[in-house]
């Protein structure tokens, strides 16, 4: 796969092919679809499809006897977790219409009565994932990614101090 940016206006001259090597248009990486153009819509197809397939295993299932409690259980640990996997890294690359298309599965669901009415949309749920990994980013100092934050500032004991220099006249 050769990525290259869809808006550029200029043409792309690829290079010769390699033989026994096949070229695609999109790849799965780490569970998440990726496009030449560096897009995630194939993702968000993909994505819907699975939890398709789960909302009907969930159905299958439950005719067969699994109780409310348990299917909601159930539907957390599938459809709910295939929407949020890796959703850090690609939800902010997503068009609008796209990012509909997936909290309308969590709706589904709702409607269906493997999540309770009160149970969080999408989006929120992708928020506290980025609240979550923010905070263990910074307050973790084994965490992987806590090496790529700034260094802590100390200013605050000598930016009072210097304020309240300047304010002193005023303050009288």
């Known amino acids: 796969m050769i990525v290259h940016h869809s808006c550029r206006k200029r043409h792309l001259t690829y290079p010769n092919e390699i ?6 248009e999109k790849m799965n990486i780490l569970g998440v679809t990726v496009s ?3 897009t995630f819509y194939n993702h968000v197809d993909v994505v819907v499809e699975k939890t398709a397939r789960s909302l009907y295993a969930i ?4 005719a067969h006897g699994l109780d409310g409690n348990t299917s909601r ?3 957390r640990a599938t ?12 939800w902010r690359f997503l068009k609008a219409d ?3 298309r997936l909290p309308s599965v969590v ?5 269906y009565g493997y999540l309770p009415t009160y149970f969080k949309t999408q989006c929120e749920l992708r928020q ?7 905070h263990s980013t910074r307050y973790n100092s084994h965490h992987i990614l806590h090496r790529l934050l700034p260094q802590i500032k100390d200013s605050g004991a000598k930016f009072t101090d210097g304020l309240r220099t300047i304010l002193r006249p005023f303050l009288r």
């Open 79 to 90: 459809v709910v977790a295939q929407l949020l996997y890796g959703s850090p890294g690609w």
């Open 73 to 75: 259980d159930v539907t």
């Open 36 to 38: 030449h153009t560096l």
């Open 59 to 62: 159905k299958t299932i439950r």
């Open 98 to 100: 796209e990012k509909c």
């Open 19 to 24: 033989p026994g090597i096949k070229r695609v």
């Open 128 to 134: 506290a994932l980025d609240e979550n990994l923010f």
């Open 107 to 111: 709706i589904k669901a709702q409607q």
